[in-house]
C-alpha cells in the first residue's frame, strides 16, 4: 500500500457512509456468493461498519478497489472486495475468509494464472460453479462446470475443452439429471 494513510482512512470514512445510506450496487458475483456461504446483506452491512482496509489496489478496472476485512455483530469474520470512492461505492466480492492452509498440502505443479483483468491483483483459482445459459428460450442450469475464477474480482473463465463439452451437452439435451425450481423474481 502506497497511498497515504491519511487518504485511506478519508477512503474508508466514505465507503461506510455510503453503504450506511444504502447508496451501493451488489455485483452478480458478489450475490451468488453471499447465498452460497449464506451471508445476508445485513451481515455484510455489518462487516463493513466496523472493517478496515487491508489492501488497496488503486488501479483496478473498475477504479480503485479495496479490500475490507470486518466482523459481524455475530462475530462472523467477513471480507468484502468493494470500490473506493468516487461513487458509486460497488460491492464486487464478498467471502469468509479461509483458515490459512497447512502447508505440506501437496504443492500444486500448475503456476495460477493472474487475473486478466487490468489493476486485478487476484488469481485464478479452480473451482466448479453452476452455470445458467438461456437455450432456445429455455432456461438451462449446468452443474459443476469446470472454471478458473479470480478470488479478488471474481472474473470467470472457461477453456476451449469446456466451451466444446456445454455444446455437445446442449446438442445432445436428454433428460436432465435433476429438475430445479424456477423462481420469478415479481
Ligand atoms: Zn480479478
Do not use: W
Not at 468516487?86 to 495460477?112: F, H, R
Amino acid at each position: 500500500m502506497s497511498e497515504r494513510p491519511d487518504r485511506l482512512a478519508a477512503v474508508l470514512e466514505q465507503i461506510k457512509r455510503e453503504a450506511q445510506r444504502g447508496e451501493f450496487r451488489v455485483t452478480q458475483h458478489a450475490q451468488q456468493e453471499m447465498v452460497e456461504e449464506e451471508i445476508t446483506l445485513d451481515e455484510v452491512l455489518e462487516a463493513i461498519s466496523k472493517s478496515e482496509i487491508l489492501e488497496h489496489y488503486p488501479e483496478h478496472r473498475r477504479g480503485a478497489c479495496c479490500l475490507l476485512n470486518g466482523v459481524t455483530n455475530e462475530r462472523r469474520a467477513l471480507h468484502v472486495v468493494c470500490t473506493s470512492p468516487p461513487p458509486p461505492l460497488i460491492l464486487i466480492t464478498v467471502y469468509q475468509p479461509k483458515p490459512p492452509e497447512v502447508d505440506n498440502a501437496p504443492s500444486k505443479e500448475k503456476q495460477a494464472m493472474k487475473c486478466s483483468i487490468r489493476g486485478c491483483p487476484g488469481e485464478y483459482e479452480e473451482r466448479t460453479i453452476v452455470h445458467t445459459v438461456k437455450y432456445r428460450g429455455d432456461v438451462l442450469v449446468i452443474d459443476h462446470v469446470p472454471a478458473e475464477v479470480c478470488a479478488v474480482c471474481g472474473d470467470v473463465l472457461l477453456t476451449p475443452e469446456t466451451v466444446r463439452r456445454i455444446e455437445v451437452l446442449l446438442k445432445t439435451t436428454g433428460r436432465p439429471a435433476r429438475n430445479v425450481p424456477l423462481y420469478e423474481f415479481a
